[in-house]
């Protein structure tokens, strides 16, 4: 079982990218999926997520900004990300649950800069 992302990417103030993510080898349900973000010189943080059955979960600074999609029947979550910021800059991971054991994708760069 693996995450692979894709995605990411230089992009300048105020462009936008998207990031996808396919839950590889997994069978059966899976349960919050989503995307976390380490900057340099930072801990890893929470952006967006959402459980198999319920709402989204965005982080403040992501708010009105990033949209999280999420296909079960294709096991993948996408982050669609607008007005990026140059605090955006980071590293993005895949992140899920499945049968209780938690998954990491290797992650992203997403470099915003003009």
């Known amino acids: 079982v693996q995450a692979v992302e894709s995605g990411g990417g230089l992009v300048q103030p105020g462009g936008s990218l998207r990031l996808s993510c396919a839950a590889v080898?997994?069978?059966?349900?899976?349960?919050?999926m989503g995307w976390y973000r380490q900057a340099p010189g930072k801990m890893r943080e929470h952006v967006a997520s959402?459980?198999?059955?319920?709402?989204?979960n965005y982080a403040d600074f992501v708010k009105g900004r990033f949209m999280l999609s999420r296909d079960d029947d294709k096991n993948t979550v996408s982050l669609q990300m607008n007005s990026l910021k140059p605090e955006d800059t980071a590293i993005y991971y895949c992140?899920?649950?499945?049968?209780?054991?938690?998954?990491w994708g290797k992650g992203t760069l997403v470099t915003v800069s003009s």
């Open positions: 080898g997994v069978f059966g349900s899976i349960g919050r």
């Open positions: 992140h899920f649950w499945a049968a209780g054991i938690e998954y």
């Open positions: 959402r459980p198999g059955d319920g709402p989204t």
